[in-house]
């Protein structure tokens, strides 16, 4: 598939090399969930998934937010579901208000898995912060990106899944010659 960049004048085609790195586990170990009732393999049957492991105190996860964010407004309507997985590192992280409180503050409307037992992490056998796996809509793992950075090539992931499915036949994908920072401001 080739998308369009109709608003920079040029037209580029995207494919990266993706392999099968496992099926979707469960997110049923959530402890919680904000945002949306409990989410399961069955309601996400079909869609490309962004997971996002995180807590609200990781510094290198809040320079990801940004893009986080904008994906999940960005390509909502094109049938990408981004979900936060808020594994907490400190025992105050636990608390579900405090967690409330930064989904506010920060500005994140996605839907949010509680996971304070660590079960979804550990059916991820997941180890850091921030941590994003891009789950496709056969419900396989076909990339994932632990910490900070390559958000052009994780953008073109995400248009690559949704270009999978026939859903991506409207987007304009962002242009090589855009600065990040105006793509996507820290604010």
Not at 103 to 109: A, E, F, Q, T, Y
Not at 151 to 172: F, H, K, N, R
Request: glycine share 6%.
């Amino acid at each position: 598939m080739t998308f369009a960049a109709a608003k920079f004048g040029t037209v580029r085609s995207y494919s990266l090399p993706l392999r099968n790195e496992g099926d979707f586990p469960s997110l049923r170990g959530a402890t919680g969930w904000l945002n949306s009732k409990p989410l399961t393999q069955v309601d996400l049957n079909g869609k490309v998934v962004l997971v996002n492991f995180w807590t609200y105190t990781c510094v290198n996860w809040r320079r990801t937010l940004p893009y986080v964010r904008a994906w999940a407004e960005k390509y909502g309507g094109h049938g990408l579901v981004v979900i936060g997985v808020h594994t907490p590192e400190f025992s105050f992280e636990h608390t579900a208000e405090n967690i409330r409180w930064a989904l506010k503050d920060m500005r994140i409307s996605y839907p949010v898995a509680i996971d304070s037992d660590y079960a979804i992490w550990r059916a991820f056998n997941n180890e850091y912060w921030p941590a994003s796996y891009f789950i496709d809509a056969k419900g396989h793992i076909r990339h994932h990106q632990y910490g900070e950075g390559d958000y052009q090539q994780c953008e073109m992931l995400i248009q690559q899944l949704l270009t999978e499915v026939g859903s991506a036949d409207s987007i304009v994908p962002l242009s090589r010659s855009t600065p990040m920072a105006l793509r996507f401001p820290l604010t």
